[in-house]
């Protein structure tokens, strides 16, 4: 048995802007299939746009299509297939790694490296295997990060599911499965941050400010904001930041005068080589440079390699992160009820379904920090 429900699914990739005019993504009717074993049907209530659905519109990392995309969600169980930990009625945040928690990476607690789930992300299925859409004439659209989440309904691996108290409103729910997680944790986790450091963040999207603001929790004592977008410089010393500077080649020499010498931690959530070489530049020796903005495929990064070990220097990748979601979307929903995350700070426009497009042309030009869709 199936049921009929509206999902957004992106048709063709590298169409040219304004999207609204374009339609790369189209709303279309499809069947979804009951869940099987280990899976839930999930009414999702908010889904966020985000970066990594963008590059995927643009062309900018590659994706079989058609596909369903979203990943960033938060809905409602409505059922469960087979026995499962969740029940019907419960709400969850969607994470865009289903962690299987069996294999090697798992078990060392390294949930976004999982290998099944980062295999099945890479073949546009459930952690299960296969696809749970289909359109009238057969044809079965790929999963956006086992998550598909710009539909009024889903099917997704219960290991891509985290439960949450029902007095967190759904569209800030939402905003936990990517922008809290991949921000805050990349503070947290990868970059460490301790009392009395200095912090610059280069990109200041959701992503971005969330990190800004688990920086500011952690004690930061400093945090330099850096952004092209003048509105975001702003929003960034609303939210705590203690200086804002201008992005772009003067940056780094900037943030080096401010903290005399280069910051402690400087987090880069923009996926562009240059911004991420400006962000190594910028961070003091003995520090750590963390990026978690995803380039282009074929992108190269050009630093100077002796002052990895003559500065010992640290430059590491955050995925998720680095954050185990069972673990973590909990702890941080914890931290936002405690006023230490208002992670509500980074919603900046809600949405119908009918404007995902629109939404893409928003996010595309620097106008948008966090949108969501709601349904």
Not at 1 to 12: D, G, N, P
Not at 127 to 145: E, K
Not at 180 to 204: I, K, S
């Amino acid at each position: 048995m199936s049921s009929e429900v509206t999902a957004a699914v992106l048709v063709e990739s590298g169409r040219p802007r304004p999207y609204a005019s374009s339609n790369p993504v189209e709303l279309t009717r499809l069947h979804l299939d009951e869940p099987g074993p280990g899976e839930l049907l999930v009414r999702v209530r908010a889904a966020g746009l985000c970066h990594s659905d963008l590059s995927v519109v643009n062309g900018a990392r590659p994706r079989p299509v058609p596909m369903a995309l979203g990943h960033e969600a938060a809905g409602e169980v409505v059922a469960v297939g087979g026995n499962s930990a969740f029940t019907p009625g419960d709400h969850v945040v969607l994470a865009f790694v289903p962690s299987c928690g069996t294999c090697s990476q798992c078990l060392d607690g390294r949930a976004a490296l999982c290998q099944p789930g980062g295999q099945a992300n890479r073949d546009g299925t459930l952690l299960g295997g296969g696809m749970r859409m289909s359109r009238a004439d057969g044809c079965r659209p790929y999963h956006h990060l086992g998550v598909s989440a710009f539909a009024d309904h889903i099917v997704v691996s219960e290991r891509s599911a985290v439960r949450i108290d029902e007095d967190i409103p759904f569209d800030i729910a939402a905003l936990f499965g990517c922008a809290v997680l991949t921000g805050a944790g990349a503070a947290l986790h990868a970059a460490q941050v301790r009392p009395g450091d200095t912090v610059a963040v280069v990109g200041l999207g959701g992503v971005g400010l969330a990190a800004l603001l688990a920086a500011r929790a952690a004690g930061a004592a400093e945090i330099i904001a850096v952004d092209l977008v003048a509105a975001k410089r702003e929003r960034a010393l609303e939210l705590g930041a203690s200086h804002a500077v201008v992005g772009g080649e003067e940056a780094s020499t900037t943030i080096r005068e401010i903290t005399e010498g280069g910051a402690d931690h400087v987090i880069e959530t923009t996926g562009v080589p240059a911004a991420l070489e400006g962000a190594y530049a910028a961070t003091r020796p003995g520090g750590i440079t963390v990026t978690v903005g995803l380039p282009e495929p074929d992108s190269r990064l050009t630093l100077p390699a002796l002052s990895l070990v003559a500065e010992e220097r640290t430059l590491r990748g955050s995925y998720l992160g680095s954050c185990v979601p069972q673990r973590d979307v909990p702890r941080f929903v914890d931290m936002y009820r405690a006023g230490l995350l208002p992670v509500d700070a980074l919603l900046s426009h809600r949405l119908d379904l009918t404007e995902i497009n629109t939404g893409f042309d928003r996010l595309a030009t620097g106008e948008a920090l966090r949108q969501v869709v709601l349904f």
